[in-house]
């Protein structure tokens, strides 16, 4: 497995895998944060390959001099092998090259159900970011 930035010959098989894995109301809201950051940073959008397939992506921002883990997507024959902790560690380490004060996790309702991914890895809800203020990924 490789893990690297998001290139737009990747653009299909995302739009796919983001199809497959998330419910039609987050992947429209993730669409449309997804298209902001590549225009804003695309370093921060990772994908990581198997072979010539997509086989995850992980979706970051920096606001306000803070790191954010916006989106994360693994196609389901490809969960469960380490590919979510590759793509958190490895945007985890760009942040860091970029000095962020602070990583977080956007809490919201699409990715309660994977916060415990993060837990695994150290995380404390100390580190979710649950606000009405939406990130400027999000909010435009």
């Known amino acids: 497995m490789d893990v690297r930035s998001f290139q737009l010959a990747d653009y299909q098989s995302v739009t796919e895998l983001l199809e497959t894995v998330l419910t039609p109301e987050c992947y429209e809201q993730t669409m449309e944060a997804f298209a902001r950051q ?3 940073d695309s ?3 990772l994908v990581a390959a198997v072979g010539n397939e997509v086989a995850g992506i992980m979706i970051g921002t920096i606001d306000n001099g803070r790191g954010f883990y916006y989106r994360i997507a693994v ?3 490809y969960q469960r092998q380490g590919i979510g902790k590759q793509l958190i560690a490895s945007l985890r ?3 860091v090259q970029r000095g962020v004060t602070k990583i977080m996790i956007t809490a919201d309702e699409h990715n309660e159900p ?3 991914l993060y837990e695994s890895l150290g995380y404390v809800a ?3 970011f649950r606000s009405f203020q939406k990130l400027s990924i999000v909010a435009g």
């Open 93 to 95: 380490q760009r942040f």
């Open 126 to 128: 100390a580190d979710f």
């Open 114 to 116: 994977i916060l415990s």
């Open 75 to 77: 196609h389901p024959k």
């Open 43 to 45: 370093e921060l959008v």
């Open 38 to 40: 590549l225009s804003w």
